[in-house]
């Protein structure tokens, strides 16, 4: 079994910086790919950023210049530091990760619980 749990969400006023992290933790061999989605109410969730474990990047245009995503793979976490946010970032941040288990079978697309990020005007 492999969980992910977020921490460091919050509410923040507009310009405002949070951290987020995401650690995993289970019978994990390595994590290929880590992930940060978001959903805000009446919306579909959406990639926010993604870093591979050679540390390719990629990051949604709407977050580009202000989010930065960074992974410790000793600790097999992931990180999301959020700068200038602004109140359209609100919403429910997941973390999402591809893990090879220590009895090798590829876990594709496992879930955080999510927190909570609100910015206010």
């Known amino acids: 079994q492999v969980q992910l749990v977020e921490s460091g969400g919050g509410l923040v006023q507009a310009g405002g910086s949070l951290i987020l992290s995401c650690a995993a933790s289970?019978?994990?061999?390595?994590?290929?790919?880590m992930r940060w989605y978001r959903q805000a109410p009446g919306k579909q969730r959406e990639l926010v950023a993604a870093?591979?474990?050679?540390?390719?990047?990629n990051y949604a245009d709407s977050v580009k210049g202000r989010f930065t995503i960074s992974r410790d793979n000793a600790k097999n976490t992931v990180f999301l530091q959020m700068n200038s946010l602004k109140p359209e970032d609100t919403g429910v941040y997941y973390c999402?990760?591809?893990?090879?288990?220590?009895?090798?079978?590829?876990?594709?697309?496992?879930w955080g619980q999510g927190t909570q990020v609100t910015v206010s005007s």
């Open positions: 999402n990760a591809d893990i090879y288990s220590i009895s090798r079978y590829y876990l594709r697309d496992c």
């Open positions: 870093i591979s474990s050679g540390e390719t990047i």
């Open positions: 289970g019978s994990i061999f390595s994590i290929t790919f």
